[in-house]
């Protein structure tokens, strides 16, 4: 297993490319198994999420040729020869759940193996299973596989009313939608940038969708859909990890590609903090000139709220910041076990329940530490940028389920941050 050595200490000045969101991403190349002719994704992140994806739709019988390096894939989609999603590819990652609805939508049939819990919180999916149901999907769990047919070969419009809002079961069900006969109503619906880049790309190839980015999405379901091309929305959360690394560091640091509209929430958080954020003609620019950060409350919430992703990361700024910050955890029940971590390298936090109290410290101090998930793992490298003497955070294999060249974007600004393969 991979780690990374980080020797701590310096400022970070230069400019950071953004790539495509991997979340965006994930739920964008299921769209492919909704029609027979081909479906391009340009801007695609290169991560080990997508080419698990990838797997994952090729094992269906979907063709995906990664150009450019993998920042394009263009996929094209037949025929599906094989309807189940093993789960042996489905344990790997939460998002192959995504490939429930096309399929069922498409060919009226599809079984798909229940993802299983995760590090973060127990993460079920029963919402999106209830979507379905509401669209007349007949589902049967057997063998730890959810087994799905549409009466008729052909799910039905239905208004469905979310009891709370989630991601991943809107866009299985906005898949869904967009072949079933007649009218859907998603109500208390997510309104994500990646909710919207979905409703974009599905529209190009014909859907008639209204109201994403709302909490009321209607979708016109169509008897078939066509080919298209579509750029991957920039990843809002890869650009928020950017953004506080020169936060953290001290320095000044562009992202390129940022847009303020995906990062509000965060950006306001930023501002209170003291850190400059400033929109120019390539993204976002973010500077720490002076001064030590001050202590700011933080509460994740769905878009356009503070954004859970982004939690772990803003813990690292705030255990060097004046003063104490909460931090309440809304969305999952599980998503603090970076903070045991940072007191490994001299963070004050206290985690109770949902809440961690964090006091600011000085400095913090390089030590060994272990990345439990993918945002634990990147707020760990942030804090080591920002920490005395040398940080090794193993398991770094979350890591790269997210983040593409992190040692060169981080490197060229000057950080000393290098992978030592096993
Ligand atoms: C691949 C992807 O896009 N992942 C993102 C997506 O995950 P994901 O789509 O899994 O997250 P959801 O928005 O669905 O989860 C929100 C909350 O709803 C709960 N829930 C969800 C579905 C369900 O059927 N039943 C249920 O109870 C979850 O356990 C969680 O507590 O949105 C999360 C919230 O912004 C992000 O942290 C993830 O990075
Ligand atoms: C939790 C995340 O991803 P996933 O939903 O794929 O686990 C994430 O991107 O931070």
Redesign the pocket.
Known sequence: MDSILVKGGGELNGVIPIAGA??AC??LMPATLLTEEPLTLTNAPRLSDIRTMTQLLQSLGCEIADLQGGKVLAMSSHRIHNHTADYDIVRKM??SILVLGPMLARDGHAVVSLPGGCAI?????????KALEAMGAELDLRDGYVHAKAPGGRLKGAVVEFP??????T?NALLAATLAKGTTVLKNA?R?P?IVDLAQCLRRMGAQIEGEGTSTITIQGVDRLGGATHPVVTDR?ELGTYMLAPAICGGEVECLGGRLDLVGAFAEKLDEAGISVTETERGLKVARKNGRVKAVNVTTE??PGF???LQAQMMALLCTADGTSVLEEK???NRFMHAPELIRMGARIEVHGGHATVTGVDRLKGAPVMATDLRASVSLILAALAAEGETVVSRVYHLDRGYEHVEDKLGACGAKIERIRA
């Open positions: 991997k979340n994930l739920t939460r998002a919180g127990a993460r079920p999916v029963d919402l999106h299973l709370l809002v989630s991601v991943g079961a866009e997510a994500e990646e959360i769905p878009f954004p859970t992703d969305i999952f029940e």
